[in-house]
């Protein structure tokens, strides 16, 4: 087994569905606050295999979405995913059916953040480091992970 | 001297000013100015997470209403990511009358002119995205030709292998940006071409270099970075060529850290397209910023013989 860190495959834990998660809203709050159609993926995995950070994440992006349509919410706002996931939109132009992947990313950071805590404040970088990262990489970050 | 409406944005103004200073260097050669904004704010970096989220369009499409006000129809931006912000908000207040509504009943309220009502006799015209945004290489390319560029070359870059790197924001999303291919892009290749140098292709040229995980997942940002300079090297890159501060930022400053995680690394040059350009159309090489960047340039330099003053006449 190659065990450089950052090869490892990611492996989604199993999940027991019940009928009143799946029925749930959850779904439909996405569907809304993103404003795109979470109902059409049909699974393909085009986005995974695109995006440059599924290495990093322990849920690849297709199951984020398979998860969302489940309506398990817990299971998201508690996965690295949508904190790695760094809005590159590579998913969102190869998907097939058109779903703005990132847009869905998005709103599920802003459901996990709703939820609780930030996952990242100006108390966790270096302020040597701060120093030198041009501006839109501070203000990007604050205001995708933090609330 | 025809002029253009420029934002710079925040880190052209500071941390990345010599990206700044080789933009206005070589557009000035090339027979137009970058007219900077009288007053600007930040656009914000990144556009809103959702539809709803209105307030952060705020900030973009004031900056937008104020180039409109001001009679010109063109702004051209250098950072991908402003580029990103302002032509993804244009992009909505054009083809979304809810949100072209709502940020206008906005903006209305700040508008310190409104105050007295009665002698104001400009109408009360609402922003609908008049303004054009372009990035600086999508001006060179489309309004001024790269044919153009060529005939003003003082030096020729020829025999050094560039790699172009496009990173995230300034292709995509595709139906929003509509700037090139997003797949199998040609505009910085061209842009290369243009300039008498070699455009290199490698695999990892639209990948993402993490943008701003640097900051809150550096190893990830890490790793990415070291897929993308390796990629760029073994296609036989003597340099890499970027258009974003960030992403600049990770290739360049990050090889220190990437050197440290992989032996077998070695370090390539990274530079500013403005940096290449204005080096071609005859600007000194001290006037470039090159001490600022941790990666030594001059074996890049020394491959066409203009490290010191044996400048082509």
């Known amino acids: 087994m190659y065990k450089k860190l950052g090869l490892d495959p990611p492996c989604s834990p199993p999940i027991l569905l019940d009928r009143t998660k799946v029925r749930g809203e959850f779904g439909l709050q996405v569907d809304e606050l993103s404003g795109q159609h979470l109902y059409a993926c049909y699974q393909c995995g085009n986005c995974s295999s695109g995006c440059p950070l599924a290495q990093e994440m322990d849920i690849l992006p297709s199951r984020i979405i398979r998860l969302a349509q489940l309506g398990q919410k817990e299971e998201i706002i508690r996965s690295n995913t949508i904190w790695i996931c760094a809005s590159c939109f590579q998913c969102t132009v190869r998907c097939p059916k058109g779903i703005d992947i990132q847009a869905v990313m998005d709103t599920l950071r802003q459901i996990a953040l709703d939820e609780g805590v930030d996952h990242f404040g100006p108390d966790q970088i270096d302020s040597k480091h701060a120093a030198e990262v041009p501006q839109p990489g501070l203000v990007g970050v604050y205001r995708k992970l933090s609330t | 001297m025809a ?157 050094l292998k560039i790699a172009p790197y496009y990173g995230c924001v300034m292709l995509r999303p595709f139906d929003e940006i509509q700037l090139d291919n997003p797949e199998n892009p040609t505009i910085m290749e061209d842009f290369v071409r243009a300039l008498e140098a070699e455009p290199v292709k490698y695999p990892y040229r639209t990948e993402c270099c993490g943008s701003y995980l640097s900051v809150s997942s550096p190893d990830a940002s890490t790793r990415l970075c070291y897929r993308i300079l390796s990629s760029a090297m073994k296609n036989g890159a003597d340099a890499i060529v970027v258009s974003c501060p960030l992403c600049f930022y990770n290739l360049d400053s990050r090889q220190k850290v990437v050197l440290d995680a992989y032996p077998d690394f070695k370090t390539i040059p990274v530079f500013y397209f403005t940096q290449l350009l204005s080096l071609a159309l005859g600007v000194e090489t001290d006037r470039q910023g090159f001490e600022r960047h941790y990666v030594d340039v001059s074996p890049a330099l020394e491959k066409i013989g203009n490290s010191g003053e044996g400048d082509k006449a």
């Open chain 2, 3 to 159: 002029k253009v409406a420029y934002y710079p944005g925040c880190a052209l103004n500071e941390r990345s000013s010599h990206l700044d200073r080789s933009a206005r260097d070589a557009t000035e050669i090339l027979g137009f100015e970058l007219d900077e904004l009288e007053s600007w704010t930040c656009c914000g970096a990144v556009p809103p997470v959702s539809k709803e989220r209105i307030m952060n369009l705020i900030a973009p499409s004031r900056i937008l209403k104020d180039v409109r006000d001001s009679g010109r129809d063109m702004l051209i931006t250098i950072c991908d990511f402003c580029y990103n912000t302002l032509k993804r908000t244009n992009f909505s207040i054009r083809n979304d009358d809810i949100i072209r509504k709502r940020v206008n009943a906005f903006l209305a309220d700040d508008t310190p002119s409104r105050t007295y009502l009665e002698e104001d006799t400009t109408p009360w015209s609402d922003y609908e995205g008049e303004v054009k945004v372009v990035h600086l290489m999508e001006y060179l390319r489309d309004e001024l030709g790269y044919a153009e560029i060529t005939k003003k070359l003082k030096r020729s870059l020829k025999g």
